[in-house]
């Protein structure tokens, strides 16, 4: 099926192109998501995705399937967007970059969220709480001190607690990364 959807995207045939993002849209933008967050992020690059897909429909090989096409240049849309974002991550930026150009197997991601979301949950409610303040939503020790109602000394130790349980249990920053992107609006 693939093959004679490429052959005929190959050929600049307008209605395979709507039956393509048709059938993979709504899987580019999930894979998409979970890396932008943001719905209107996300449609941007997926449709992105579909405007490169356009744009080299002819030199597209009829042998690669299509799904792997689309989540490659899903990938390198991705790192795009990072790139144009003037954010300041706890990772480097290029680390990220690189991750996204590799060939990531969901499992293997999955392994790892697994393990940190298991870790995050053995932390105290109030600890687990104020790490996601900190790392995740970006609040100050003061900001989240006010908020908990509790001193800046205090939430700078529950933070340092969890770290020092993280690093103890080999998570190193960028599983935490990972953890950010695809587990934040489960917490």
Do not use: G
């Not at 890396?35 to 579909?50: I, M, S």
């Not at 690093?167 to 917490?187: A, H, P, R, T, V």
Request: proline share 2%; glycine share 0%.
């Amino acid at each position: 099926m693939d093959t004679d959807l490429i052959i005929r995207l190959n050929n600049s045939d307008e209605s395979c192109f709507q039956e393509i993002y048709e059938l993979y849209s709504f899987k580019v933008y999930c894979f998409v998501k979970k890396y932008t967050k943001q719905n209107a992020d996300a449609e941007d690059v997926t449709q992105n995705v579909f405007i490169h897909l356009w744009k080299y429909r002819e030199k597209l090989n009829p042998e690669i399937p299509l799904e792997s096409v689309l989540f490659k240049s899903s990938k390198q849309e991705i790192s795009k967007w990072y790139k144009k974002q003037n954010r300041i991550f706890t990772l480097n930026e290029k680390e990220i970059i690189a991750e996204l150009d590799e060939s990531y197997y969901e499992d293997e991601i999955a392994e790892k969220m697994q393990k940190i979301e298991y870790l995050l949950n053995q932390i105290p409610e109030r600890r687990k709480k104020i790490f996601v303040l900190h790392k995740f939503e970006e609040l100050s020790y003061k900001e989240i001190a006010l908020q908990m109602n509790m001193t800046t000394s205090a939430v700078a130790n529950q933070i340092s607690k969890t770290l020092q349980y993280l690093k103890k249990n080999s998570i190193n920053s960028n599983e935490l990364y990972w953890f950010i992107l695809f587990f934040i609006d489960q917490l």
